[in-house]
């Protein structure tokens, strides 16, 4: 079965940087859609950005608020994930998973959680003001 593990999450101050990965094990599809969420307290899970694995290209998804901020990358070689954050923001703080789509192509699972049928333990980030 396919399996994810997160490393890379930390604390930063506000404005600061941090890069997540994502390693990616027991991958026998041709690709799969795969995406970063988040998790705050108290909030409901909600997805950041996807792309296809491996070799999607330069076709991405974003959520709004991380547009122009964040940016999912793929290195299939490494048979890792990517999300590089740049200009972070408190609101930004919260746990973050690495996740897999199951049968479903990115245009059709994304943001929808439930479309996402493998995911990773999670890594923290917070921002501070």
């Known amino acids: 079965q396919v399996q994810l593990l997160e490393s890379g999450g930390g604390s930063v101050q506000a404005g600061g940087s941090l890069r997540l990965s994502c390693t990616v094990s027991?991958?026998?599809?041709?690709?799969?859609?795969m995406g970063w969420f988040r998790q705050a307290p108290g909030k409901e899970r909600e997805g950041v950005a996807a792309v296809i694995y491996p070799g999607g290209g330069d076709t991405t998804w974003y959520d709004d608020s991380v547009k122009g901020r964040f940016t999912i990358s793929q290195d299939g070689s490494k048979n890792t994930l990517y999300l590089q954050m740049d200009s972070l923001k408190p609101e930004d703080t919260a746990m973050y998973y690495c996740a897999a789509g199951r049968g479903v192509p990115c245009y059709a699972a994304w943001p929808r959680a439930a479309a996402f049928g493998y995911w990773g333990q999670g890594t923290q980030v917070t921002v501070s003001s």
């Open positions: 027991g991958f026998t599809d041709s690709s799969l859609c």
